[in-house]
């Protein structure tokens, strides 16, 4: 599946994700009116809004971008219609050749990740048959339980031809109370980082690992030496607009070879519609106002990568 | 929540949490073979199953014991109709006046462990009209993304009185790889358990916190200095049986009242009938078994805390 995702990014041009995290709040009010029409103001009728909001925004761009991002919490929160949603999200994404990364954040001790990488990157047996419950094509993956909680995960990578990005150095403002931690004079996340990289040797496609990592725009001087310590890693970098991220932020997550990194943007993309930049689009055309972010997220990362 | 999960614990005077994890390994032939009569070997029979095993248990166990804690990746991993049953075993245990723990292991940036805190302990709003989705009393909780990861759960604790136990040192053996990494001289997990005291302190019951720890019990002596650490947080031990744990480990969790720990057993409890020990009870009367695995649990640990 990286060597797919690679693909994608080289036949788009686009080294970016699209984070399909539809709070209500982000979703027009005239979709939200139909769904809740149909289904009332129920778990139903939330889970039908967000429906309706991602296959718009999908369908307006799913030529140009190479992976989307659902973040299942915004699913989750929707209980069993929500995740439902969830489920059908990521088939229609994958119907229209999307690689979809599933924002799960999972982790825990061997049993139970096995589990996880089961129910989200392979089968689950029941019986004498075989069942693919979530079907993502690439998770993200919490590493605090050490080795034994990852290791499931990559021994369905393998199997299954999947991938996973691991928790390195997240976007958030507090990420390092923990993670920036000094141990022997290096923080905890270089740790990670290595052992991202040990752990994707075990687990390589054609030129990239089945291992990734998460590192966030937000910290473009760690970017820099992470990209360094995990040379096979491709690193999904959120953070990017909203969160504060700029392109130029952006050019040491990436490799020579114009490859390695892949920015994903939520809020900048899904709700675009409601920044002033492209408010002559209206609610009603949100879809082409997403379009049209993309394609200036995709300048404005290209510009940055040119003029390194 | 914690108020209650400590009057549970006195009443019942068992300081122990059965983890319904079922893995479809664990489930008496019997049960599967009605469940896949009426429901096909599908992920709907795999989860009947799971759904009549659980019952039966509980039926069985509900009396003598404060609380259960589903493992909701066990149920994850059969999709939609797994996560119906998880919702499903929650409700019913707490119409059995059992405290549930979701042990579900979120954690991510601010908005979405906002979301997941929603969708397990909190309220979603949708329209004019506000849901429950999944309901639980506590959940587990990952802090590798530090504070403002988890400042969301701590603000729906404190308005629905739900709690949250935080992963501080988990029970798998390679917990030490990131956890024990020495900071200025002290492990990771030190720090991590100063903050969920200070975390704690923010969202007090009557005599603990609503934010309690998860140690393992394979680390008795970490166990210890934990103990010391946060005061007012309860301690969720798992580790206990299946993974190595004894009731001799687990006196330096409590405190000197006797309280403030709580020991998980889950396939030394749930699968008791596969033992030896309990082999008498025959597979047909597995609740019978557990009932059996329970007393002699709250024996050990309570016979450990009289002659500490």
């Given amino acids: 599946m990286i060597n797919r995702l690679v693909e994608n990014i080289k036949r788009t041009g686009a080294p970016i994700v699209v984070g399909l995290d539809p709070m209500l709040d982000y979703i027009p009010?005239?979709?939200?009116?139909?769904?809740?029409?149909?289904?009332?103001?129920?778990?139903?009728?939330?889970?039908?809004?967000?429906?309706?909001?991602?296959?718009?925004?999908?369908?307006k761009t799913c030529d140009l971008i190479p992976a989307v991002?659902?973040?299942?919490?915004?699913?989750?929160?929707?209980g069993l219609p929500g995740l439902a949603v969830f489920k059908r999200t990521v088939e229609y994404c994958q119907e229209k050749g999307l690689v979809v990364i599933g924002d799960i954040k999972r982790?825990?001790?061997?049993?139970?990740?096995?589990?996880?990488?089961a129910g989200?990157?392979?089968?689950?047996?029941?019986?004498?048959?075989?069942?693919?419950?979530?079907?993502e094509d690439f998770i993200t993956v919490n590493p605090y339980l050490g080795s034994d909680g990852v290791n499931p995960f990559l021994k369905v990578c393998r199997e299954e031809k999947k991938g996973m990005f691991i928790l390195v150095k997240t976007s958030n403002p507090s990420s390092g109370e923990f993670q920036d931690q000094l141990i022997d004079g290096r923080p905890l996340y270089e740790l990670v980082g290595e052992k991202v990289d040990a752990w994707g040797r075990e687990a390589m496609g054609d030129t990239y690992s089945y291992v990734g990592a998460v590192v966030g725009a937000t910290y473009p001087e760690m970017g820099k030496v992470l990209r360094r310590i995990m040379p096979?890693?491709?690193?999904?970098?959120?953070?990017?607009?909203?969160?504060?991220?700029?392109?130029?932020?952006?050019?040491?997550?990436?490799?020579?070879?114009?490859?390695?990194?892949?920015v994903n943007s939520s809020r900048g993309i899904i709700a675009a519609y409601k920044q002033e930049k492209y408010a002559d689009f209206g609610a009603e055309h949100f879809g082409d106002a997403s379009r049209a972010a993309?394609?200036?997220?995709?300048?404005?990362?290209?510009?940055?990568l040119e003029n390194r």
């Fill in 294 to 304: 993309v394609r200036d997220m995709v300048s404005d990362i290209k510009g940055a």
């Fill in 232 to 262: 096979k890693a491709y690193i999904l970098v959120p953070g990017y607009g909203a969160q504060g991220g700029k392109g130029k932020d952006l050019v040491h997550f990436f490799n020579e070879d114009g490859l390695g990194a892949i």
């Fill in 69 to 78: 991002k659902p973040q299942i919490a915004m699913y989750e929160q929707f």
């Fill in 120 to 135: 989200h990157i392979g089968k689950v047996q029941v019986g004498s048959k075989s069942y693919i419950p979530f079907g």
């Fill in 29 to 59: 009010e005239h979709v939200k009116e139909n769904a809740f029409e149909e289904f009332g103001e129920t778990l139903e009728g939330a889970a039908e809004a967000v429906w309706q909001f991602n296959k718009e925004i999908v369908d």
């Fill in 107 to 117: 982790g825990d001790i061997g049993s139970t990740s096995a589990a996880y990488a």
